[in-house]
């Protein structure tokens, strides 16, 4: 399983818009071939801070999902809203391991 965590910081008049936006994409992107989860998180203690935990069974699913409609609308609709540039950071699953 291939996992991106990406860390946003979104601005304080922005997050309800951001969180509308946001839910957007997750409904469309837990459809996606290959998608296992795409969580959306929002820190308990600050609220303009999220994580979008995506898993994609490949790193191929997990590409391919930066080139969908709903990815590209999310992306050019949020870049405003965010404090800083978003930043991911991709891992390897180890567990759950993957049945062959």
């Known amino acids: 399983m291939h996992v991106t965590l990406v860390h946003v910081h979104v601005k304080a008049e922005h997050i309800y818009q951001f969180i509308e936006a946001t839910r957007t994409n997750h409904e469309a992107s837990i459809k996606e071939k290959g998608n296992c989860r795409f969580d959306i998180l929002q820190d308990a203690n600050d609220p303009t801070r999220f994580m979008l935990y995506q898993a994609y069974a490949n790193p191929e699913e997990a590409a391919a999902h ?6 590209v609308m999310w992306r050019e609709r949020v870049a405003m809203m965010m404090a800083k540039p978003r ?5 390897n699953c180890l567990f759950p391991k993957e049945e062959s």
């Open 66 to 71: 930066k080139e969908t409609l709903h990815y």
């Open 87 to 91: 930043e991911g950071v991709k891992y």
